[in-house]
């Protein structure tokens, strides 16, 4: 990893932004033409596509009650209890960000208030064909769920041998998701969020993808809502010399795993830690499964900050607003009214960003790439919708009609002032 020693006027030049990928021109026109197929030839292109791209004729692309018997059966008793623990965890967490609806009442009788209404229904993606992730399951259906949202479509790339992950087919039996489709990349995005013959489309698109499921919500927003187009993950550990360099290590490739563009980050005043992680990540890597990954980010987009104090350190860390901060110093609830930009913070060393990943409750699906700054986790509003209620009273309108009017004119908008007006006439007679 590379090490830099930070001086006080440098904190504000850093930066974890770099450039999203928005793919080449031939990756965004071949998702163009794959969202136009889908339009135009509904199921049949989407059956198309999935010979073409997963290798699979699939005469119906929906999962069957037997297909997830059979996962039942397969599966191991211990994955469905640790799987279910991790839905109560992370229900209970949502079900605490809830929004209500709300009105008040004036003096002069006019109500005003804010309607409050999930979505009718909400698409997820959730990645597949080699690798298997409940845990997207879950983060991304509980607080659909909880908001409220009455339809819940799923949809996932099927493996070569035509099936879904046995983890996966578990995890949306038990949150009772009906509409699972085995279909995956742009197709599956278009189908979503324009419908085909078997398949009603959605108001928003939910879950993270490659970079044809990412180009095609690009294209779809406006149509559809999407939750975000996240970049590749990052960690950033603020420490100082209590923290053990073995576990400071393990987490920062924790991250560096995910993807060779993934970022991982330590930020210390410690000269000594910063050694010592330095050496264990390198010793640590060269028994990763997935060492060759885990070093091209370490290389490329691993780094070490030294500053000259704590709070300097904590500046860094503000000015990075990463996905997930883990802070492991002596007393990290301490420092938490300081940190102003993080995804997820997570405190202390029985924290580690992992907890988050499956177990803990709040949400993974995180702002990356610098928008922390301004995003915030996905949860349980971005499935609900806000609805402005107006009751003016005649009192309250008798009263304001003429700076109404007045402001109308003040923008040249002649027709808003008269219907105000009309409304006078009507009481004068």
Same mark, same amino acid.
């Given at each position: 990893m590379n090490m830099t020693y930070i001086q006080e006027h440098e904190k504000d030049t850093l930066s974890l932004k770099r450039s999203l990928d928005t793919g080449t021109e031939e990756q965004r026109l071949a998702v163009q033409h794959i969202i136009q197929e889908v339009r135009a030839n509904g199921d049949e292109a989407v059956r198309s596509f999935t010979k073409q791209f997963d290798g699979i004729a699939l005469d119906s692309p929906l999962v069957t009650a037997d297909e997830i018997a059979e996962a039942y059966e397969r599966i191991d008793r211990a994955v469905i209890q640790m799987i279910q623990t991790a839905i109560r965890n992370i229900q209970t967490y949502h079900e605490r960000q809830l929004s209500s609806s709300w009105f008040y009442h004036q003096q002069d009788g006019t109500m005003l208030g804010q309607k409050v209404t999930p979505l009718d229904a909400v698409g997820v993606y959730v990645p597949g064909g080699t690798a298997a992730y409940?845990?997207?399951?879950?983060?991304?259906?509980?607080?659909?769920?909880?908001?409220?949202?009455?339809?819940?479509?799923?949809?996932?790339?099927?493996?070569?041998?035509?099936?879904?992950?046995? +983890?996966?087919?578990?995890?949306?039996?038990?949150?009772?998701?009906?509409?699972? #489709?085995?279909?995956?990349? +742009?197709?599956?995005?278009? +189908?979503?969020? #324009?419908?085909t013959e078997n398949i009603q489309p959605v108001d928003?698109?939910?879950?993270?993808?490659?970079?044809?499921?990412?180009?095609?919500?690009?294209?779809?927003?406006?149509?559809?809502?999407?939750?975000?187009?996240?970049?590749?993950?990052?960690?950033?550990?603020?420490?100082?010399?209590?923290?053990? +360099?073995?576990?400071?290590?393990?987490?920062?490739?924790?991250?560096?795993?995910?993807?060779?563009?993934?970022?991982?980050?330590?930020?210390?005043?410690?000269?000594?830690?910063?050694?010592?992680?330095?050496?264990?990540?390198?010793?640590?890597?060269?028994?990763?499964?997935?060492?060759?990954?885990?070093?091209?980010?370490?290389q490329n987009h691993g780094h070490i900050y030294v500053t000259d104090s704590l709070d300097s350190a904590v500046e860094v860390v503000n000015q990075l607003a990463p996905e997930h901060l883990e802070v492991l110093t002596a007393y990290p609830e301490k420092l938490l009214s300081q940190i102003k930009h993080a995804g997820a913070i997570f405190l202390g060393r029985y924290s580690p960003e992992a907890v988050g990943d499956y177990f803990a409750g709040p949400n993974h699906v995180l702002p990356t790439n610098g928008t922390a700054r301004f995003s915030s986790p996905l949860g349980v509003t971005d499935f609900q919708k806000k609805t402005s209620i107006i009751s003016y009273s005649q009192e309250a309108f008798e009263t304001h009609s003429k700076s109404i009017a007045a402001f109308a004119r003040l923008e040249g908008l002649e027709a808003h002032a008269r219907s105000i007006e009309a409304r006078k006439r009507e009481e004068s007679k």
């Open positions: 409940p845990s997207s399951v879950l983060m991304n259906v509980i607080p659909a769920l909880v908001a409220g949202v009455e339809r819940i479509v799923l949809v996932t790339p099927p493996g070569k041998d035509g099936r879904l992950s046995d +983890a996966v087919l578990v995890a949306t039996q038990e949150l009772g998701v009906s509409e699972v #489709y085995k279909m995956g990349g +742009a197709q599956a995005i278009a +189908a979503l969020a #324009y419908g928003k698109i939910t879950g993270p993808g490659n970079i044809y499921v990412a180009l095609a919500k690009r294209e779809v927003f406006g149509q559809v809502d999407i939750d975000m187009i996240a970049g590749p993950s990052e960690i950033a550990v603020l420490a100082d010399e209590t923290a053990l +360099a073995h576990e400071v290590a393990a987490d920062l490739l924790s991250q560096a795993e995910h993807d060779a563009l993934a970022s991982s980050i330590l930020v210390t005043p410690s000269v000594t830690l910063a050694q010592k992680v330095q050496a264990e990540v390198q010793s640590q890597l060269d028994t990763l499964p997935r060492k060759s990954i885990a070093a091209q980010s370490i």
